[in-house]
Every structure is written in structure tokens, then in C-alpha cells.
Nanobody, 121 residues
Framework: QVQLVESGGDSVQAGGSLRLSCAAS????????MGWYRQAPGKQRDLVAQ???????SYADSVKGRFTISRDNAKNTVYLQMDSLTQEDTAVYFC???????????????WGQGTQVTVSS
């Protein structure tokens, strides 16, 4: 099994910044892509940003230029630096990792428990 533990969620005023972290542990042979998703009340869970093991990144249009995803492969950790936050960024943020637990096992998706980000005016 693989566990993802997120941290860094908080309440912040519009224009502020937060940095989310997500550490993976457990039965890990290799982690492929890691990413951050978010889900606002009454809405579906959407991809915010994703980073491959080769550090190639992609972002949702709504966060381009404001959010930066990075990862430390040695620590099995992914980060999300969020700047210029707006009220529209308010959501529960979930970490995702695509993990191969053994040499020839299939890739499998794992999720963190979510961390709340609240942006006030």
C-alpha cells in the first residue's frame, strides 16, 4: 500500500500565497506522474497541475502563471506553490501519485486525504 500525506492548506487573504506539500510512503518502486487536483463545494474534482518523473509540467489554464508544481524524487514529495490566490481558488486540494509498487506491477493511482485552502477577500 501507498500513503500520501498532504500539508500546507490554510486560510489566506486574496493575493496571498500558500505552499502545499505531499509526501508518498509505503510500497514504492517508482512514482510516475504526481499531481494536484481540487474540488470546490458542489463541483467536480479537477486537475490543477501535474508533473512527470522527468519534471515535465502541465497546468490548468486558470492557474497558469500563478501556481508552480515541483517534486523531489529523492523524498517522494510533490509541492504546489500557489501565488496571487483568489477566492476562486478556494477548494479542497488533493494530491495524486501514479505508483508502481514492484518491478513488473502495473501503475496504480493513489490519493491523499485532501487539504483545505480557503481564500477570503
Amino acid at each position: 500500500q501507498v500513503q500520501l500525506v498532504e500539508s500546507g492548506g490554510d486560510s489566506v487573504q486574496a493575493g496571498g500565497s500558500l505552499r502545499l506539500s505531499c509526501a508518498a510512503s509505503g510500497s514504492i518502486f517508482i512514482i510516475d506522474a504526481m499531481g494536484w487536483y481540487r474540488q470546490a463545494p458542489g463541483k467536480q474534482r479537477d486537475l490543477v497541475a501535474q508533473i512527470t518523473s522527468a519534471h515535465s509540467t502541465s497546468y490548468a489554464d486558470s492557474v497558469k502563471g500563478r501556481f508552480t508544481i515541483s517534486r523531489d524524487n529523492a523524498k517522494n514529495t510533490v509541492y504546489l506553490q500557489m501565488d496571487s490566490l483568489t477566492q476562486e481558488d478556494t477548494a479542497v486540494y488533493f494530491c495524486n501519485a501514479r505508483v508502481r509498487s514492484r518491478t513488473y506491477s502495473p501503475l496504480r493511482d493513489y490519493w491523499g486525504q485532501g487539504t483545505q485552502v480557503t481564500v477570503s477577500s
